[in-house]
């Protein structure tokens, strides 16, 4: 590390939850803090047979020593934020923004009764475009605002930069996928905000020059969740066939699928930046792969597609998934040789 942004290269549902609590956990990480757009994304973390779905709280909490921060440009749901923190047990090394914009009950309400964006766009219904366009407006409120989060509030990007400069490792969360991205997405089907590596690096005030690496996570085959365009996209008995069939962690939405896509996923390094790449759910690809923690366990045609992506997108492929357990990691960094 010792910085160390992560972020999802498709279209979300790449399986980032489990990564970030691998790495917060393995390289024993200060913080985690979380950027990215705010409770319409959610993340999944397996842990001590137990499965976790955060939408607010970073998922470094399976670290108990790991501070858990969210960033002044990630909106917050304050009933969200609190109920995580009770869920997990971590009130006392939670922190958030005083500028985190706070998502009311308004927001929630247009979101869901907008055609356009419920409708067309296929929205979450968590009221974050609304939020975020009240945030353009200046008129949003922000964490500061209420008394119910005043324990809570630090200031994150202090907290970060201070912690770089004492040598710790620092791990920053992303959210959705770099092609729900408003700028770089399949527009207008994307979220309202960026999500590359860049806006997530600025969510959290961390500044470039304090960026050490980039690590951007593929599936090792596509979904998305809501409409827009999928290249290759399988019809939904072929997806259950291949065991592909997913649903979203906040919508329950049956997500779509296609095969792995090389183009997508050189753009994707390209955009942000990537530095290195974790290939996830391996193991639903290969199934003789589930649970494997050393690459040359892996089977034969599971190390050629690795080795097939790292040849066509030319990252290196530094953490392999191989289940569903945070535990079930094939961890190739620091080594050229497994």
């Known amino acids: 590390m010792p910085s160390l942004i992560v972020v999802g290269g498709f279209y979300g549902d790449e399986g980032k939850g489990k990564i970030i609590a691998y790495i917060a956990k393995k390289d ?9 757009v705010g409770p319409n994304a959610g993340h999944t973390v397996v842990w001590k047979e137990k499965t976790f779905r955060l939408r607010m709280i970073p998922c470094g909490f399976v670290n108990p020593k790991t501070h858990l921060l969210i960033g002044p440009g990630v909106l917050v749901n304050p009933q969200v934020f609190l109920k995580e923190i009770d869920d997990i047990g971590a009130e006392e090394r939670c922190g958030l923004d005083p500028l985190s914009a706070i998502i009311e009950q308004k927001h929630i309400d247009q979101d869901k009764g907008s055609q356009h964006l419920s409708g067309k ?16 407006n200046r ?41 729900l991205s408003l700028f770089h997405g399949s527009y207008p089907f994307v979220t309202s905000k960026d999500v590359t590596a860049s806006s997530i690096a600025a969510d959290v005030g961390l500044g470039p020059t304090n960026v050490d ?77 589930r649970g494997v923690n050393n690459y040359g366990s892996l089977s034969t045609d599971a190390r050629a597609f690795v080795e097939n992506v790292e040849a066509e997108i030319g990252v290196p492929v530094t953490l392999i998934g191989t289940g569903p357990s945070v535990e079930e990691v094939v961890d190739r960094r620091g080594s050229k040789k497994d």
Do not use: H
């Open 28 to 36: 024993d990480c200060s913080i985690t803090v979380r950027g990215g």
């Open 139 to 179: 008129s949003v409120k922000v964490a500061r605002d209420l008394p119910e989060l005043k324990k809570y509030l630090t200031d994150v990007p202090a907290a970060v930069n201070e912690a770089l400069e004492k040598g710790a490792n620092v791990l920053v969360e992303g959210t959705q996928g770099t092609f």
């Open 213 to 289: 690496d980039v690590l951007v996570v593929f599936k090792a085959y596509v979904t998305r969740v809501g409409a827009g365009y999928l290249k290759g996209e399988l019809s939904p008995e072929e997806a259950v066939k291949r065991g592909w069939a997913e649903y979203g962690t906040v919508t329950g939405r049956q997500r779509r699928a296609a095969p792995f896509d090389f183009d997508l996923a050189r753009r994707a390094v390209m955009l942000n930046g990537a530095t290195q790449i974790a290939l996830t759910k391996l193991d639903i690809v290969y199934p003789e792969s």
């Open 121 to 136: 766009i296929g929205t979450t219904g968590t009221g974050t475009g609304p939020c975020n366009a009240d945030r353009v």
